[in-house]
């Protein structure tokens, strides 16, 4: 297991160099230049695309705009997550990365953000320990660390909230009681669950069959989410940008190791029963059939204007 620590670490700092410039051209930091048909030196070439891609005569976009939105958005089971209200949020992040603990009993998930209307958070986070990673069969999942977002006034993207006034009978005094309710969104992927309440549960036999699934379909899909994103979503953010990415060629590049093949499924589901270790089984498919905002490769996806409205990509 060090041997194999410290040639992956090897090969990160590599990665971590192409992920660095990726995003100095996302943000449009470095100046970039291409060459045409003719052999010509083209300067800023997404001013050339602009117009065909975003519509209208306005200034010319540096970077690539809504990168990590339209790459999001075309990449399954994420694309699931992304509902309308979360387009215009997402059209701000500016880099997403994983980071691998040293000696691979873990990993973090980063998307960073610029200056938003609606968090004042400049990076969401959300961190899995799995001390088996290298280890041939299930992954243990040990805990989880999410982000707690600081959103701006009547801007969540999770919760409606609304304040309603209580007058008591007897003494006459009023006080103002907050309730929430949950929405549909991307982000409530950086909300943790909560593995040691959980844990309890399981070993404590409180839950019953249907809420005991109910709860492991939903750490499975946190779990697929995040490996999607460590293995797909950042190391091939391009192709999901562009919409080359096959979906069928998804299936199977997983690590090795850390997903059991079908046959051994319903005997895993059997010993999760028998201690208080989570093991994530294979992904499914998401949230009960809910599509979101998935789209198909390479078909015309929706963006975030920077007045706030939608646009849809023109081809021309």
């Known amino acids: 297991c060090a041997e194999r620590a410290a040639l992956e ?28 048909a003719n052999g010509n030196v083209v300067e800023n070439p997404a001013a050339t695309i602009a117009p065909a891609v975003l519509g209208g005569d306005g200034p010319a976009p540096t970077g690539v705009p809504n990168f990590w ?9 994420l694309a699931e997550l992304v509902e309308q209200d979360d387009l215009q949020a997402l059209s701000f992040c500016t880099d997403v990365r994983v980071i691998d603990d040293k000696d691979y009993t873990g990993f973090k998930i980063e998307f960073d953000f610029k200056t938003n209307p609606y968090f004042t958070n400049t990076i969401l986070t959300k961190t899995y320990k799995v001390p088996n990673m290298f280890e041939p069969g299930e992954p243990v999942l040990d805990s989880v660390e999410g982000t707690e977002i600081a959103w701006k006034p009547k801007q969540n993207l999770c919760f409606d909230e609304k304040k309603k006034k ?7 005094k009023e006080r103002v009681v907050v309730t929430k309710t949950k929405k549909e969104s991307f ?14 549960q399981m070993e404590s036999g409180e839950l019953e069959e249907e809420e005991m699934e109910e709860l492991m379909a939903a750490f499975d899909q946190d779990y697929e989410c995040a490996n999607i994103i460590r293995h797909s979503l950042v190391p091939k953010a391009v192709l999901w940008y562009t919409g080359e990415m096959d979906e069928g060629e998804e299936e199977g590049e997983f690590e090795e190791g850390e997903y059991e093949d079908e046959s051994d499924e319903e005997e895993s ?26 789209k198909s490769p390479g078909g015309p996806l929706p963006t975030a204007g920077g007045d706030g409205t939608q646009q849809e990509c023109k081809q021309s």
């Open 9 to 36: 670490n090897k090969y990160a700092e590599k990665y971590a160099e192409g992920y660095e410039s990726r995003k100095q051209v996302v943000n449009g930091e470095v100046d970039v230049t291409a060459t045409d």
């Open 69 to 77: 939105l339209q790459a999001i958005a075309r990449c399954e089971p």
């Open 166 to 172: 209580q007058r008591a009978k007897k003494s006459g």
């Open 187 to 200: 982000f409530h992927f950086f909300i943790a669950p909560d593995m040691d309440a959980f844990k309890t």
């Open 269 to 294: 589901d059997e010993d999760e029963e028998e201690d208080g270790d989570y093991k994530p089984r294979r992904g499914g498919k998401g949230r009960g059939g809910k599509k979101g905002m998935a």
